[in-house]
């Protein structure tokens, strides 16, 4: 009985913790006509501070957004600031914050982990289709205390770019 209880248990973790890039939200908002989006959140890394990064697409009220959650940052980013991307073959773009994110209980949590330190969700629009044209190798958050460079792995950088494919479609529709 144990044996089946401890297999039991880690059949159940692995499920929880695969991480399959989908589509979270997809509904249309009628009240002021644009589709309401969301894929999942793909989790880049926790450094050694225990800070955790992770990114998704959402779309809202017309705009479109790549997403970063930050969690155990207590800074803020200002409206405005570039959110630069480092592509595999060195070629940079940027992306513009789109309102300022200050730091807050929870708001850099993805999931119940986290929900009370600092963090920050930051919204940043531009030419989201970058995405589509290469693999990430880093991400660079500007600050209003100086940057963070966030290193991204081939096997995180493939799952940005199926997010962003999956997002693409899903706006398609």
């Known amino acids: 009985m ?18 399959a890039q989908k589509i979270k939200k997809s ?3 009628k009240f002021n006509k644009t589709k309401h989006i969301e894929t999942s ?4 890394k926790s450094d050694l501070t ?14 479109d957004f790549f997403r970063i959650k930050i969690n155990k940052c207590p800074t803020a980013i200002a409206e405005g600031t570039n959110i ?11 992306l513009k914050v789109y309102e300022d994110a200050i730091a807050a209980p ?3 949590a993805t999931k119940l982990f986290g929900a009370a330190l600092p963090g ?5 629009v531009g030419d989201l289709a970058i995405f589509d044209k290469g693999l990430v190798a880093g991400i660079r958050v500007n600050t209003i205390d100086g ?4 290193d991204v792995s081939d096997k995180k950088a493939k799952e940005i770019q199926k997010a962003y494919q999956l997002f693409a479609e899903e706006l398609a529709k």
Do not use: H, P, Q
């Not at 144990?2 to 991480?19: H, N, Q, R």
């Not at 959140?41 to 880049?44: C, F, K």
């Not at 225990?50 to 809202?60: A, H, L, Q």
């Open 84 to 94: 630069t991307i480092l592509m595999e073959n060195d070629d940079t773009y940027n």
């Open 2 to 19: 144990k044996k089946f209880l401890t297999l039991l248990l880690a059949v159940c973790f692995i499920c929880v913790s695969a991480s």
């Open 120 to 124: 920050v969700d930051i919204f940043a």
């Open 41 to 44: 959140w793909v989790g880049l």
């Open 147 to 150: 940057y963070w460079d966030v």
């Open 106 to 108: 929870g708001k850099g």
């Open 27 to 29: 509904e249309y908002d």
């Open 50 to 63: 225990g800070r955790d990064y992770n990114v998704s697409f959402y779309s809202f009220g017309g705009k």
